[in-house]
């Protein structure tokens, strides 16, 4: 009988949570190389060239440039082939996306943009969409590592804050992350001129996990995968339930697990119910641009009287 293969997103979490913080669980110094441009961020070549380095049976494929989501894909080659498209959209052992979201700490103390996160033109999903060698469209399963960096000193940086968050947790409508990453048509000839250009590009705003005090300042790995505590290393610290407004007596329920020693003796599993906080309860209208004030007052006298 073939062994079985273990979840690779508590391989990634084990191996991330070694990296970044030591026994006792406090931040492990870092440093890293300097932006090229805008898009460019050192962090997530950094982490993929931990994963790459670190995972015994599984490689760490980065995405080929900016711009691309996810920033990289963990799995395991070999089962991969002898795998049905059907269930590598779901098996976690074989084959995960994983898109890094940085965050920097506030004055306040608080993770910045604690009550709402951007996404940019790709909404969060618990599948994400990629393609295989032969440019046959693949659906795989969606995490998302939140992590809050601030500074250690000069040139070293630290993380403060880090969860490993199962895309569900975030949002489960694969439908409508098809329909804002698909192909948008670009609006032409826009303006009294006719070469203006509208790009089309959507913003969106979604839940921010380390907005939620519990999972602020500790290494989580937040699943819908049940995850045996004998025999690991990692303990459910955690159970989340996050309610589906269509049926708000249902809930879509997902486990917290932290490293073995970062658990207090004696705890309790704890269950919490949509922990997040929510970006915005109720837009009617989009935010206009803010307004520029003038400090005059024309005179309220008659066109007529304007001289020209």
């Not at 440093?31 to 460019?40: E, F, S």
Request: proline letters at 8%; aromatic letters at 8%.
């Amino acid at each position: 009988m073939p062994m079985s293969l273990s979840d690779l997103t508590l391989e990634v979490f084990l191996i991330l949570r070694t990296a970044f913080f030591a026994n006792d669980g406090t931040p492990i110094p870092f440093g890293l190389r300097a932006k090229r441009n805008t898009q460019d961020d050192p962090l997530d070549e950094y982490i993929a060239g931990i994963l790459h380095a670190d995972l015994q049976d599984a490689t760490c494929h980065r995405a080929p440039g900016p711009l691309t989501s996810p920033d990289m894909v963990v799995f395991r080659p070999d089962s991969c082939i002898q795998t049905s498209r059907r269930r590598l959209r779901v098996d976690l052992s074989r084959i995960v996306g994983i898109e890094v979201k940085k965050l920097e700490r506030a004055a306040s103390g608080q993770v910045a943009r604690s009550t709402g996160l951007d996404y940019n033109t790709t909404p969060p999903c618990g599948t994400m969409r990629v393609y295989d060698q032969t440019q046959t469209v693949l659906d795989i399963p969606g995490f998302y590592l939140f992590v809050c960096q601030e500074s250690a000193g000069p040139d070293a940086y630290k993380l403060t804050a880090m969860a490993l968050c199962d895309g569900d947790a975030l949002n489960t409508d694969f439908e409508f992350y098809l329909s804002i990453t698909g192909q948008r048509k670009k609006g032409l000839g826009m303006g009294s001129y006719a070469d203006g250009l509208n790009r089309q590009r959507p913003m969106l705003i979604f839940a921010n996990p380390l907005g939620a005090p519990q999972l602020d300042h500790a290494a989580s790995l937040v699943s819908r995968n049940r995850i045996e505590s004998e025999g690991t290393a990692v303990s459910m610290v955690y159970q989340i339930g996050r309610t589906l407004p269509d049926d708000p007596k249902q809930q879509n329920v997902f486990a917290v697990y932290r490293f073995h020693d970062d658990v207090p003796p004696g705890w309790e599993l704890q269950h919490l119910i949509d922990p997040f906080p929510r970006p915005i309860r109720r837009v009617e209208a989009t935010q206009g641009r803010g307004k520029f004030v003038v400090p005059i007052t024309p005179s309220r006298s008659d066109e007529s009287d304007v001289e020209i």
